[in-house]
């Protein structure tokens, strides 16, 4: 079942990589060899990541209840380590990435045809940051893959983009920088408070989530949540930290658009998961009322522009913005079937949406324009495309049982989001779906049915045997979640529960407006007197009052 032994998370991440430099010693003209390599590659690297999946219940724990864990000495110095290993979480985040990996580098054969081979390295070097992002128990370790992913991503969208591309990678890529310098400043402040305090200087993941059950530490989480939220918002992204997202995927190459709403987007929401819930739970539950606003209004701000776009991958664009709103609804409900929503709804929108920018990049291969009036009918022409369209479009909007892996990860949000004391989150989170449907069946009737005006969507040839099957995978997937999810629940049963045990441990803290202001911590005085309770003080350190 896991031919790779120990080893798995290692070939599982840097396969990509091998391949990516192998592929820089191939002839630059010979660019259909060059197309195939990166296809071979990509399929190998989610085929040797299948073993996460058959191999997990039978694969050891730790302490920390992570699998496939690999240790070794790193940059000792500063106490870094090189240290991965997975749980149910990272677990389908990873096989997600591996599928829609593959599914990218085969779809981007006819639709790239220049400097092949550089857009290839670029793909498979990105794939190696996104699973290093997810299998990375280190923060240190964790950093540097967070930054090697916005480095390929940049260039995708600069090189390969449409008319806007400079503008729009720019735009990523410093927004996307701030991002990581605040939540670089958060984890030198967790790294150096728990070395003042404990007398060991770590970036150990696993270690430093014990820091949530320590008392009396507020004053700092407060500072190192704004820092994480920051750059974990911006990546989700979540309102008003969105403006990013919509030119990056309207300029974004299609195989970038796909990488982009199907992983890159869910390593915010994963942030929040992995980091802010477990380890800093006082400051999460004290910011707990503006981060639901954030939500709600994402959801509907997000919904509400959707419905008034012209063009079809905008469109799709911003539903993002208010799907991924309602993946933070469940995450920030602070309960199990919150939480366990919300990581399912990120599976979920992973397939639905990436299979909704392949679609549009299909069509636009043919017709060259994005603009919804331009379209019409064209069920008639293309009908297993309509199909595909059809079934991924009630994916988006969570019809149940077709394929209804959208309705199942609603549902479980909502079931959280209900169980919050203030019930109207919910029943504001809940007007998204109703908009969603509303503006994803719009679009389908506009482009679907009715009348060919426009003599072009007459040559419209319908899929061919390569694109039906970047489609068949997704939509395979998306029925699975939706007909039989026990196996998934099963799995994200253990690391959801480990993360509500630790949210439950926080202290009571005002929340809202009120208090935050007057309350500005001293984070000088925080460093350099107080020890948590439970914790024995340093030398030189007066005891936690």
């Not at 993941?205 to 004053?219: E, S």
């Not at 969603?436 to 003599?455: H, V």
């Not at 061919?464 to 489609?471: A, C, D, G, Q």
Request: charged share 15%; net charge positive; aromatic share 16%.
């Amino acid at each position: 079942m896991n031919p790779f032994g120990n080893q798995l998370l290692n070939v599982v991440t840097y396969l990509p990589l091998a391949g990516a430099v192998l592929l820089l010693f191939l002839d630059k003209e010979k660019k259909e060899l060059i197309a195939r390599f990166a296809t071979v590659v990509a399929g190998l690297g989610f085929l040797v990541s299948l073993p996460l999946w058959f191999a997990w219940s039978a694969a050891p724990k730790d302490a920390f209840g992570f699998r496939f864990v690999q240790e070794a000495r790193w940059v000792e110095s500063i106490g870094a380590r090189y240290v991965v290993g997975v749980d149910g979480i990272s677990m389908l985040l990873i096989l997600l990435t591996t599928l829609l990996g593959f599914i990218s580098v085969l779809s981007s054969w006819t639709a790239i045809t220049e400097r092949v081979k550089e857009y290839y390295f670029f793909m498979l070097l990105l794939q190696t940051g996104m699973i290093g992002v997810f299998v990375s128990l280190d923060f240190f370790l964790f950093y540097v893959f967070w930054e090697v992913m916005l480095v390929p991503m940049y260039f995708l969208i600069g090189i390969w983009g449409g008319p806007r591309r400079l503008y729009a990678a720019i735009k990523f890529f410093l927004y996307t920088l701030l991002g990581s310098v605040l939540m670089l400043l958060g984890i030198l402040a967790l790294y150096f408070y728990h070395g003042s305090v404990t007398g060991t200087y770590t970036f150990d993941v696993r270690v430093l989530q014990a820091m949530g059950a320590w008392k009396d530490w507020f004053d700092l989480q407060y500072w190192v949540w704004l820092a994480f939220f920051v750059g974990f918002a911006i990546k989700v992204p979540m309102f008003p930290f969105h403006t990013w997202l919509p030119d990056a995927h309207v300029e974004a190459p299609t195989a970038g658009s796909v990488i982009l709403a199907g992983v890159l987007l869910k390593m915010g929401t994963y942030g929040f998961v992995r980091f802010s819930l477990p380890i800093l739970p006082d400051a999460t539950r004290y910011f707990l009322p503006w981060a639901l606003g954030l939500c709600v209004v994402g959801i509907i701000y997000g919904a509400m522009v959707a419905m008034v776009q012209k063009d079809w991958k905008k469109l799709v664009a911003y539903s993002s913005v208010s799907h991924l709103g309602f993946c933070m609804l469940g995450v920030f409900a602070l309960n199990y079937q919150g939480i366990v929503g919300g990581v399912l709804q990120m599976l979920n929108h992973g397939l639905s949406t990436g299979a909704l920018f392949l679609i549009v990049g299909l069509v636009y291969e043919r017709r060259h324009t994005r603009l919804i009036a331009d379209y019409g009918g064209v069920s008639k022409v293309m009908p297993v495309f309509a199909v595909f369209f059809m079934l991924m479009t009630l994916s988006s909007i969570g019809m149940p049982a077709i394929p209804g892996n959208g309705f199942v990860g609603e549902f479980t949000i909502l079931l959280g989001a209900f169980r919050l004391p203030q019930k109207y989150w919910a029943v504001l989170g809940a007007t998204g779906i109703v908009l969603g449907a509303a503006y994803m069946l719009w679009l389908y009737q506009r482009t679907m049915f009715g009348k060919i005006e426009n003599p072009e969507n007459l040559k419209l040839k319908d899929l061919n045997f390569r694109e039906i099957m970047t489609l068949v995978p997704l939509t395979i997937a998306a029925f699975w979640i939706g007909l039989y999810p026990a196996p998934f629940f099963r799995i994200l049963d253990e690391p959801v529960n480990r993360v509500v045990q630790q949210v439950e441990k926080t202290q009571v803290y005002p929340q809202g407006i009120a208090g935050i202001f007057p309350a500005v911590p001293d984070v000088a005085r925080v460093l350099r007197d107080r020890a948590p309770e439970g914790v024995p003080a340093r030398d030189g350190a007066t005891e936690a009052r």
